[in-house]
């Protein structure tokens, strides 16, 4: 049986290239209080739980060194558990239809009518998405977040205001790592991610761009997400976005005839 991974490759390869420019209007830049790093990361991640749903459209891009596909797309997410990830092709044709909870996973292929399906693991994450993020991280990546739960008590090693940004960096003794943030100090967006060894060569990049204020809160519509040492980009373009829908419901619907291998 082809992996997932395959048949996501040749999905992104079927679908035509479309590009949205950035046309969100950029956050206020009034002069803003200057916080200390405690209340800096309680105001974020405060944030960061502000949004208990989302809904996305536009484009996503996979590059890796032995391809380079793009892909209309929309997804649907209802935090803490399901992410609803739909493909589509020229005319808006459905080419897949993944469901992904933090137990299963529904991968329905359009091109032959195929469902798999089974329980969710790493693998199974990394083949579908290419990318490796746990599943609430795979949340945060599509909404343009970073979880700082595991920063809430904790001193930053390094803390600078730069002009209109504030710098900050954790070091990870254990993993010989080091987290480092670069946040707006206007709005309180995160611009840049990074991880990176001690001798600060990247390990993870993200950068955050073409912000849109939603419900008060500052949402990105570009996200480029690189994992340096598999040289593996994913970009995300929105063209539009909703958060926090009333009542927003996940249904995956396929054809009856569709046939069902599980994994």
Request: aromatic letters at 12%; a negative charge.
């Amino acid at each position: 049986m082809r992996s997932l991974y395959v048949l996501l490759l040749i999905i992104t390869g079927a679908a035509s290239v479309v590009f949205f420019n950035g046309c969100a209007s950029t956050p206020s830049t009034e002069r803003a209080e200057i916080l200390s790093p405690e209340r800096l990361v309680n105001r974020m991640e405060a944030n960061r739980r502000k949004i208990k749903n989302f809904q996305g459209s536009g484009t996503l891009s996979v590059k890796t060194p032995s391809f380079s596909n793009s892909a209309s797309f929309t997804v649907t997410m209802i935090k803490p558990d399901s992410i609803n990830l739909q493909i589509r092709g020229p005319f808006g044709i459905e080419l897949a239809n993944i469901l992904v909870t933090k137990n299963d996973f529904h991968f329905y292929e359009a091109l032959n009518n195929t469902v798999y399906r089974g329980k969710l693991n790493e693998d199974i994450l990394r083949e579908i998405f290419k990318v490796n993020l746990s599943f609430s991280d795979l949340i945060d990546a599509f909404t343009g977040a970073v979880n700082l739960t595991n920063k809430l008590y904790r001193e930053p090693s390094d803390f600078q205001v730069l002009y209109d940004r504030y710098f900050m960096a954790y070091a990870d003794s254990a993993n010989r790592t080091k987290s480092a943030f670069y946040i707006n100090i206007s709005d309180l967006a995160i611009t840049e991610y990074r991880v990176t060894d001690f001798r600060n060569n990247p390990y993870f990049e993200s950068f955050y761009s073409s912000f849109n204020v939603l419900e008060g809160l500052p949402v990105p519509y570009q996200i480029k997400t690189e994992n340096k040492s598999e040289k593996q980009l994913l970009t995300i373009e929105y063209k539009d976005i909703k958060t926090n829908i009333a009542n927003l419901n996940i249904i995956f619907d396929v054809p009856e005839d569709a046939d069902i291998q599980e994994w």
